[in-house]
């Protein structure tokens, strides 16, 4: 029986091909993986954010932010076949 330990390898390479993957497009959207956002009184980590780059909270030199108070235009999470769904759904519904 494969554990839950066991799949975090495929789960990372997924996650990383597919952040890699969309930020090679050449459109106004950035993927960023693992991403905490903080909405209220809680944070959210997806395992990848999407946002129009001219909605990225960046500091005065023009860096990315590592704090970031805003819900992402798009989330991606990557489910095992033991997850539920509905579950996970559940757990980004702040973000709506």
């Known amino acids: 029986m494969v554990g839950q330990r066991d799949r975090l390898g495929k789960h990372s390479a997924i996650q990383s091909a597919l952040t890699a993957d969309i930020n090679d497009q050449q459109k106004p959207v950035r993927a960023l993986s693992e991403l905490r956002c903080t909405l209220g009184d809680r944070s959210l980590v997806p395992d990848i954010s999407l ?12 860096d990315i932010v590592d ?11 990557i489910l095992s076949p033991a997850q539920s769904s509905i579950r996970v759904i559940a757990s980004f519904s702040l973000l709506s």
């Open 51 to 62: 946002f129009q780059v001219d909605r990225i909270p960046r500091d005065q030199a023009g």
């Open 67 to 77: 704090d970031f108070f805003l819900a992402p235009d798009w989330i991606i999470e």
